[in-house]
């Protein structure tokens, strides 16, 4: 096999390839559109761009191209168009590719949810080229596409994607942040970007026992099944040694992102069994949203390849540790400086300090947006079920910074950073080494690690870009309080103290270094009057706040219709999701699990008949506790099986999308907990022949 340094991006038309390929002119003005941002693509540099990203394709054996897109519905769109131009008088055709092709993309808004902004009838929608992030050639069964990262508007031009917004905001924090670096003298960087690093967490499992589950066929997630006698309660499977048969799907997974320039970095085992994570080294905020939707698509294509299927879903099986994103996010300069890099004495960084209290004041007032960007119908299984952040909002600053904080609660200023004290292993030949001033919290949903902040709430199914939109808007809109402020004062020095302190002083309550986990947290947050919003349909609201508002009209990030219709597909998403798992539910235990149920009382019945004609001596008290256990477990599926069919069919008639959701979420899901009971209780009893399905110690244990 090549050495990687020799393939690694080799399916992505990048720099090296843009330079080879198009005249100097061409180059130059591409470079100026991706660094400055200031300027369009002229039609002539389009066409001239087109030719040549086509002909390396076609170099490449690549026959379509794509406009890649991020529709409202959580995963990726492509509809493939041939290069192929008509065929001239004798009948040959050219591969064709034009600037206009690149640039414009045209599709139907109204079969992409729009939340009421686009009607059939008005149903033209478009999709526009990001050339920030660059085009690439991903594997298909249908041979090699071409895929343009494209951005999809409304004819009138509302977004309809999760790209568009991530491309706004990202604008709003380059120029505020530009803003607080001149307030310290910086007057060479030109550009600041977020850089986003997101760690993505999945399971692996059989496919052929994933094909005998319906429920993960249809939902991704089990919606039955016991808790199989070993769970990850022994922790030996974090950091585990990785199984063969999974180390080969590693080594693919890793071999196709490295072609197309997905820097896949760290791979292990998590927590939970058949769970594991994958980390690329972190990429500018767009182009990372853009790189972990591949390494969704890539993880489960190359698990197919090896018999074996991923899930994404944030909580697949009950019981077990559910999968997430880490959302990793900082502000790095064009010319390489991180913005919350705090230096080693954080108490001299008063730019840190300033970018600190800022970030502070923009969670704490923008909390319950920040925790509506991970909301989704999965997560509500997994935050603030002791494995996941919980579902209050709150920042975890590290031992250094929270007493450089508390000195500027206290005094207004700071003079001291605690410095990381010698790691000592009590073993001669182990080198001691300086540690981190600071721990690790793992049960903190925003978290600060050294020179980032790491959001720990996305779903694992979930987009980033949401996550990140709210993350650059809402300190954009601090950075930007900020820098009205302290441009024009007399004594900066001073007057930027006075500000930090300010600032801390009100929204310290934000801060919470101890354990998310605990009882104690939930009623403290309370007391400090923190959101909790445990579940999807209590976070949506927050995005038609007035505070959120007023953050995205402010940068033009949403329009207040936008976020409108985007409250209205998220219940909407909701009902759905849910409707779809009562669906399945019912359909499960009536045609699968309630037969196999009777099969079985039937053999017991029958086997007691025969015991006992055999003779009358013989006990057949066993077979007939449990012929009663069962048939009592049996009768009480069977009701819930008629009330979880009503209320899902009663909360699908209600018309409007906030109250069907809330129906689901208030009828419909205790509803399927209660037939999950009996069924869960039948699984132990009756004999693993009988029963219809793979159980969790199959699924997860035998991978
Ligand atoms: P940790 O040990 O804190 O989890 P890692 O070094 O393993 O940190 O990185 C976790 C993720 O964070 C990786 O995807 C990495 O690329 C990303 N990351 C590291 N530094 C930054 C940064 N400055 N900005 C954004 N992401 C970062
Ligand atoms: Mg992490």
């Given amino acids: 096999m090549a050495n990687v340094a020799e393939y690694f991006g080799e399916n992505v038309f990048g720099e090296a390839e843009m330079k080879a390929r198009l005249s100097k002119t061409a180059y130059e003005a591409l470079h100026r559109t991706i660094e400055e941002g200031t300027e369009e693509l002229s039609p002539a540099v389009a066409a001239e761009i087109a030719e040549a990203m086509k002909n390396w394709a076609v170099e490449r054996g690549v026959t379509h191209y794509t406009h890649w897109f991020q529709p409202l519905t959580g995963t990726t769109a492509e509809k493939h168009d041939s290069f192929i131009s008509a065929p001239d008088s004798e009948g040959h055709i050219m591969m064709e590719f034009s600037g206009k092709e690149l640039i414009k993309g045209e599709t139907d808004g109204s079969s992409f949810p729009s939340g009421g902004l686009r009607a059939t009838f008005e149903a033209r929608g478009y999709t526009t080229w990001d050339c920030t992030s660059p085009a690439f050639i991903k594997p298909s069964s249908a041979g090699p596409v071409l895929c343009i990262p494209t951005a999809f508007c409304s004819y009138t031009g509302e977004a309809l994607d999760k790209k568009t917004p991530l491309l706004r905001s990202m604008e709003a924090i380059n120029t505020q942040a530009l803003r607080i670096l001149r307030l310290f003298g910086n007057t060479t960087s030109k550009k600041v970007m977020p850089s986003v690093g997101a760690e993505q967490e999945y399971f692996l499992i059989d496919r052929s026992k994933y094909l005998q589950r319906e429920d993960l066929i249809f939902t991704g997630r089990t919606l039955f099944g016991a808790k199989p006698p070993k769970g990850q309660e022994l922790d030996d499977h974090y950091f585990g040694k990785i199984r063969e048969r999974i180390g080969a799907f590693m080594k693919d997974v890793d071999e196709d992102l490295w072609r197309m320039g997905v820097s896949s970095k760290t791979e292990h085992n998590e927590v939970a069994p058949a769970q594991h994570e994958l980390a690329p080294i972190y990429a500018v905020a767009n182009v990372a949203a853009d790189h972990n939707q591949l390494i969704m698509e890539t993880l489960k294509r190359i698990a197919k390849r090896h018999n074996l299927r991923c899930l994404l879903h944030e909580k697949p099986f009950a019981g077990v540790n559910g999968s997430g994103k880490h959302n990793n996010w900082s502000l790095v300069t064009d010319d390489g400086i991180n913005m919350l890099n705090p230096g080693k004495a954080p108490h001299t960084n008063t730019q840190f300090m300033l970018i600190l209290a800022c970030i502070i004041e923009a969670v704490d007032i923008h909390a319950d947006l920040l925790r509506e960007s991970a909301a989704d119908a999965g997560n509500d299984l997994r935050l603030g079920a002791d494995e996941a952040p919980p579902a209050i909002i709150s920042i975890f600053l590290g031992s250094q910074l929270e007493d450089v904080v508390e000195q500027y609660i206290a005094r207004g ?65 601090s950075f930007c309080r900020a820098a ?40 403290e947050a309370a007391r400090r009057g923190l959101p909790n919003r445990p579940t999807m349909v209590d976070a949506i609201p927050a995005l038609t706040s007035e505070s959120t508002e007023k953050l995205f009209e402010k940068f033009g990030i949403f329009t207040s219709t936008e976020l ?38 039937t053999a017991l019945a029958k086997s007691i008949n025969e015991v006992r004609s055999a003779s009358t001596a013989v006990d057949v008290s066993v077979q007939e506790e449990l012929l009663s256990e069962v048939s009592a477990n049996l009768r009480a599926a069977r009701s819930a099986v008629v009330v979880l069919r009503d209320e899902a069919e009663k909360a699908r008639c209600i018309a409007d999308a906030k109250e069907r959701a809330t129906a689901f979420r208030d009828n419909v899901i205790p509803a399927m907990k209660a037939l999950r009971t009996p069924v869960d209780t039948m699984e132990m009893l009756v004999d693993k022949r009988y029963w219809p399905m793979p159980t969790y110690g199959d699924l997860l244990f035998e991978v």
């Avoid at 004290?421 to 600060?448: E, I, M, Q, Y």
């Avoid at 302290?486 to 919470?512: C, M, P, S």
């Fill in 413 to 477: 200023n700071a003079t001291s950073s605690i410095t990381g004290t010698v790691f000592k292993s009590g073993v001669s030949t182990l080198p001691d080494f300086v540690k981190d001033a600071t721990d690790r919290n793992r049960t903190s949903p925003f978290a600060f690690t050294g020179n980032k902040f790491e959001f720990r709430a996305v779903g694992s199914n979930d987009s980033i870009s949401e996550a990140n939109v709210v993350m650059n808007a809402m300190v954009a809109e």
């Fill in 484 to 523: 009205d402020e302290l441009e024009n004062v007399d004594n900066f020095d001073e007057a930027v103290q006075e500000y930090i302190a300010k600032v801390l002083r009100e929204h310290r309550r934000i801060i919470f270094n101890g354990d998310g986990y605990s009882e104690e947290w939930i009623e």
């Fill in 564 to 601: 409108k219709s985007r409250a209205e597909i998220a219940y909407e998403g909701y009902a759905k999701a849910v409707n779809i798992e009562a669906n399945t539910m019912v359909e499960m235990a009536s045609k699968d699990i309630i037969p196999a149920v009777i099969r079985y009382t």
